[in-house]
């Protein structure tokens, strides 16, 4: 029997983190050549998935998944399982058992995650997946929407962001559609097919070329930080400070258009300096809500990218994972990782997955 796999990439904030969960505050993201891919092979008797150190069997139940194992490890994989599916049904399909086998190369290793977004990743890959062994032809819209819908099932407070990056690839300028309208839709509709075809409210995605006289360095921290308890934090702590909440929104949205523009006009300073005034921003935003955001690791990966001229800041919602930097050509990048290195930084060696990454077959 044939086997069916498709990839998705991992991720990277740019800017805009925190200000982009919110619809219409837009964030820059890249897409890197790190994948999770997902096969899937037809079976006759039980449906498993499958990843290098664990499985679980399932069988479905009026459009529900009943699971024999630890479901945690796989909850997104099963969300997007049941999500594809009742849209696969929906354009009337028949469901069959599979075999679905999950690969990774978002984490060390030593079996730490990156920080690449192998949530949202494996997500992704998983609908295409799914789309392709069930012989469904569906453009980029449908497959982020698709994912989506199953990420937020399981991380209501995401922006999708991540799921925006790894469905269209490359740079991207990203704005998060109204979580609350999508949600109020939800309770008063179910038809599948309209809600894939709408024009989902506040949701943008812009492609973006970044200028042939910049470079991106990516350094890695060795320490784990916790997304949905960030932005969780940032969730409580702004209750009664509403005016510095949106003036922190307002500033973002100020420095990433303008970082918008750079990339289209192809201006290297104008995106560099908003890299170093996003990281301020970001500094102010953290103090005041009591985040940590710039942990010791952090900071000493962008004081040694600065040193050498780099603009440099965290990714994501910090606390740990990756910090990220661009530099000229006249910049001195090996310099740069030795220095990390002697710091306990692990430079990571990547680069943006766009028309080459198509080669290898992640879209």
Request: overall charge positive.
């Amino acid at each position: 029997m044939p086997s069916f796999t498709q990839k998705a990439p991992g991720k990277l904030y740019i800017a805009g983190e925190y200000a982009v969960t919110e619809p219409g505050y837009p964030a820059i993201i890249a897409a890197v050549d790190q994948f999770v891919s997902v096969t899937i092979n037809q079976t006759v008797k039980v449906s498993r998935i499958r990843s290098s150190d664990q499985e679980i069997s399932w069988k479905r139940e009026k459009n529900h998944l009943l699971v024999s194992g630890p479901k945690h490890p796989f909850r997104f994989v099963l969300s997007a399982i049941e999500h594809t599916e009742s849209y696969i049904q929906a354009i009337g399909k028949k469901l069959t058992d599979y075999q679905l086998t999950i690969n990774s190369g978002l984490a060390h290793r030593n079996g730490k995650k990156y920080g690449l977004g192998s949530s949202a990743a494996v997500t992704v890959a998983t609908v295409r997946t799914l789309l392709d062994y069930y012989r469904v032809k569906a453009d980029q819209n449908i497959v982020f929407k698709l994912a989506a819908l199953s990420h937020l099932t399981i991380q209501e407070n995401g922006s999708c962001g991540d799921v925006a990056a790894c469905t269209f690839g490359g740079w991207i300028a990203y704005t998060s559609f109204d979580r609350m309208w999508l949600k109020q839709f939800l309770q008063s509709e179910k038809n599948w097919l309209r809600l894939l075809h709408l024009n989902w409210p506040g949701l943008s995605v812009q492609q973006l070329m970044l200028p042939s006289a910049l470079q991106l360095l990516v350094g890695w921290t060795g320490t784990p930080s916790s997304t949905p308890r960030l932005v969780s934090q940032v969730e409580q702590e702004r209750k009664g400070r509403e005016d510095a909440y949106r003036d922190f929104l307002k500033r973002s949205k100020m420095c990433v258009d303008k970082m918008i523009a750079g990339f289209l006009t192809q201006r290297p300073k104008v995106i560099t300096r908003g890299i170093r005034e996003n990281r301020r921003i970001l500094s102010q935003f953290s103090s005041l809500f009591g985040l940590s955001i710039e942990t010791e690791k952090l900071r000493e990966l962008c004081r040694i990218a600065e040193q050498y001229g780099g603009a440099a800041k965290s990714s994501g919602a910090g606390g740990g994972d990756c910090g990220i930097v661009l530099i000229d050509h006249k910049t001195d990048s090996n310099a740069i990782k030795e220095a990390w290195k002697h710091a306990g930084i692990v430079p990571l060696e990547l680069h943006v997955c766009d028309e080459h990454c198509k080669a290898k077959g992640c879209r």
